[in-house]
Each structure stands twice: as structure tokens, then as C-alpha cells.
């Protein structure tokens, strides 16, 4: 799953990364701890040159913004009424400097981690938008497509969202439902790293640059996850 996202690029370097300018209301302020209900920055198949945000959280039915879906099963989001109309017209990247996922190592509490690609500036995660409508408001949402963990992941968690590879990014806003499908696997390179960082991420309140710095412990069990 994906639970929590980071966005902390220059806006200079992520309008250059992704070939797209920032047009959401309020402008782009760096992020390092997103939290689901909060604003995720999005490129959409709609505005492939354009960065917006858009509330992270799909609520189709809900009766409030607030019960609303953060992932959806790749798997099986096409066979999903709720997001039929979004898996069929409205993919888009989710713009990411890293998403943060949890361990519990023999049943302890929780171990905070930090997945990235170190050498690219920003990564890009499948997702589906949709527009939800209320009484008196609309609302531009998205959530976050998952699959299986890739060997990377395995020892932390039993999902993953789907990275999309930088040669897939365009293709995913652009192919049709049959060859996006065909994107929703496993991350199928080997140049994502993970390390631990503090519990600090625990806590949505803490948004700044301590967040990413890792944990400092002789046990950290970075080794494990090491990506080669």
C-alpha cells in the first residue's frame, strides 16, 4: 500500500523533470510527509503538461470527502464499480520524492522506512483522478494504484504502489486500459533504495527535511533491504 508520500523537489527541477508546470491554486510549496486527505501532486492524462493538486483520497460514494479510498488494488480496479469510470478515462502520475511504509518486525511496533530512487529527483506513481461533487462543492481527487511488493519491498510490506519506470511514465497517461494494465507490476528495476528513519513520520504535524534523515542506530537493519 502507500499510506504516506513526500514531494520536496524545487519547483524548478520538478517542472523540469516531469515537463509540466505547476498551475494549482496557491502554488507548490514542498512537502516531506503527506498524509491521505491532504493535497497530492498529480500530472493528469487530461494536462500532461501540467502539475496540480488534487485531494488524495477517491470518495465516488462517500458521504463526506473525508470516507474516501487512498489505494486501489491494481489488480482489480477495472472490476471495481467504484472505480470503473476513473480506471477506463482518468489515469495519472503521482508525483513523489519518496513514500514512506511501515514494518512490524516479530509482532514490535512499527519501524518507519523511506523508499526513493536516489538518483532522479522526483519518481512517478500510477493513479486514478475523478471529481467528486457535493451540495455545494466539488472536489479533484485521486488515489494510488498498488501491486505486489518487488524484491525491494518484500521484507517490509505485502504491497507496494505501482513506480512507474521513467520510459512508462508517458505511456501510462496516454495508452489505453489493456496496455496500462500491462504497467501495474512490480517496480522491475533495481534502482530504488530504502533506509529507516525515525518515528517522526508518525506524526503528519512533522513536515520538514528531519523526517528523511535516517535513523541513527547500529541496528537499523538497513542491510537487508539493500537494493544491489
Known amino acids: 500500500m502507500c499510506g504516506r508520500n513526500s514531494l520536496f523537489v524545487e519547483q524548478g527541477d520538478l517542472e523540469a523533470r516531469f515537463d509540466a508546470e505547476v498551475v494549482t491554486d496557491g502554488g507548490y510549496t514542498p512537502r516531506y510527509n503527506i498524509a491521505p486527505g491532504e493535497d497530492l501532486f498529480i500530472i493528469t492524462n487530461e494536462a500532461p503538461d ?40 482518468r489515469p495519472c502520475l503521482v508525483l513523489s520524492s519518496g513514500f514512506y511504509e511501515w514494518k512490524s518486525p516479530n509482532g514490535e511496533m512499527k519501524h518507519p522506512y523511506r523508499i526513493h530512487r536516489e538518483d532522479d529527483p522526483a519518481i512517478a506513481m500510477a493513479g486514478l483522478w475523478d471529481v467528486w461533487g457535493g451540495d455545494d462543492e466539488t472536489i479533484s481527487c485521486v488515489t494510488i494504484l498498488t501491486t505486489d511488493p518487488n524484491d525491494l519491498m ?52 512533522n513536515d520538514d527535511p528531519q523526517v528523511i534523515e535516517p535513523l541513527d542506530h547500529e541496528q537499523s537493519g538497513l542491510g537487508e533491504f539493500s537494493s544491489g
Open 50 to 89: 501540467e502539475v496540480d493538486a488534487y485531494h488524495w483520497g477517491l470518495p465516488f460514494w462517500a458521504d463526506e470527502p473525508e470516507e474516501s479510498i487512498i489505494n486501489a488494488r491494481s489488480e482489480t480496479a477495472d472490476e471495481k464499480r467504484v472505480f470503473e469510470q476513473a480506471w477506463e478515462s
Open 154 to 205: 518484500k521484507p517490509i510490506h505485502d504491497r507496494m504502489p505501482v513506480v512507474l519506470p521513467r520510459d512508462g511514465e508517458s505511456e501510462w497517461l496516454s495508452a489505453g486500459p489493456n496496455a496500462r494494465k500491462e504497467l501495474c507490476r512490480p517496480y522491475p528495476k533495481d534502482d530504488l533504495d530504502v533506509y529507516e528513519i525515525s518515528t517522526r513520520v508518525n506524526n503528519p504535524g
